[in-house]
């Protein structure tokens, strides 16, 4: 038997794509709009990933530099 941890993220993935569905169907969503909004928020969640990954290297960067 999966975890409580487990067993709660798997629900909220659930619910989530749930709700999704639901606006798609009762709302009439297009699709396509649906589609789009998710590859704008991955390029978003890239950038942003990318952002912290070089603000991590340029920390690294100073404090070796500042150690020598």
Known sequence: MA???RRSFITSV????????A???SWDL???????YLVLMLLFLVAIVAFALGFGALLNWLRNRRDK
């Open 30 to 36: 297009p699709v396509a709009d649906v589609l789009s």
């Open 23 to 25: 606006a798609i169907w």
């Open 3 to 5: 975890n409580k941890r």
């Open 14 to 21: 659930l619910a989530c794509i749930a709700f999704i569905a």
